[in-house]
């Protein structure tokens, strides 16, 4: 599939087989990620990987819009590292940071043919919204 195919055959995917995600897949998907642009340069990207049935479960019990999750083979979650920001004005881009790395990463389980799904939980303001309760 060509980048243009691609990009606008991309769906949001919420129920899922059965079918193992190989860890060199999971490797490759979130090195997609890491070539999205930063703001600054400021890279200040990491990540939490997760095939734990257990802990898929767990997620979904916190996450009000990650009922998928136990059906799941993989999360993969998103972070910043503060430490990383670059200047006064990497908080103010963060969000633009992580919109890019996570639809590379879309974008590369998709040409994988893996379904995925973003769950929104930052910015966390209002936590209660995104959380059935606190971590
Ligand atoms: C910032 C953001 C947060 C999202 N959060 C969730 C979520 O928590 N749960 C979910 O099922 N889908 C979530 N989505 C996916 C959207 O619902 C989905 O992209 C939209 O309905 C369009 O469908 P499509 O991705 O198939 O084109 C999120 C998408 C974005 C961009």
């Known amino acids: ?9 991309r769906r949001s995917i919420r129920n899922y087989t059965n079918q193992q995600i190989k860890k060199t897949d999971l490797q490759e998907i979130i090195e997609c ?9 400021q890279q200040a990207r990491e990540f939490l990987v997760t095939q734990d049935k257990e ?6 019990e ?4 990650g009922k998928m999750l136990p059906n799941a083979n993989a999360a993969i979650l998103t972070c910043f590292d503060t430490t990383k920001f670059t200047g006064v004005t990497g908080a103010d881009f963060i969000q ?9 990463i879309l974008l590369a389980a998709h040409e994988k043919g893996i ?4 769950i929104g939980i930052y910015p966390t303001n209002n936590p209660e919204y995104f959380l059935n309760d606190h971590f």
């Open 1 to 9: 599939m060509n980048i243009l195919e691609l990009i606008k055959k």
């Open 33 to 41: 990620g890491m070539y999205a642009p930063t703001a600054h340069n």
């Open 55 to 60: 802990q898929l479960l767990r997620l979904s």
């Open 62 to 65: 916190h996450l009000r819009f």
């Open 96 to 104: 633009q940071d992580m919109g890019a790395c996570t639809q590379n």
């Open 115 to 118: 379904g995925s799904v973003r």
